[in-house]
């Protein structure tokens, strides 16, 4: 399952990006981990959150983020939950690819059972009608 926080910037998608996480602690059983671009949301979410800072790893395309992902997933067949902060600035602005990725999330967690969470910075009205429905 993929769930999109979306919306321009400054319509509090990191506040309810940041909620969304700590809620997920609570009723959730599994590992989870947050992929972000930098360092900021380093004291806003829970310990238990593995967070990771795509800069560290050179993540910049969306090539990148899904073998990073991936070998997240190999190295650990616990992870449940998969939390995405900023997905253009870790892979760029160009909806297609944007699209792209999130149809394989989609794909990916189907099969390996793990959830999606991640925010993109755009107007969900300029986004394909099947990317649109993942909106919460």
Known sequence: MVKLIMGL?????????????NESVKNETGSMVCIENGKHLTYDIDYRVRLIDAKEYAINTETLLRG??????AGNFDITHVFIEGLYKIIGEDRSVAESFIAWCKAFGEANNMEFTMTVSDDPA???????????
Request: charged share 25%; glycine share 10%.
């Open 68 to 73: 990073f992902i991936s070998g997240l997933h």
């Open 9 to 21: 910037k400054g319509s509090g998608k990191t506040k309810q990006f940041v909620s969304s996480i």
């Open 126 to 136: 300029e986004m394909a009608e099947d990317i649109r429905a993942l909106c919460v």
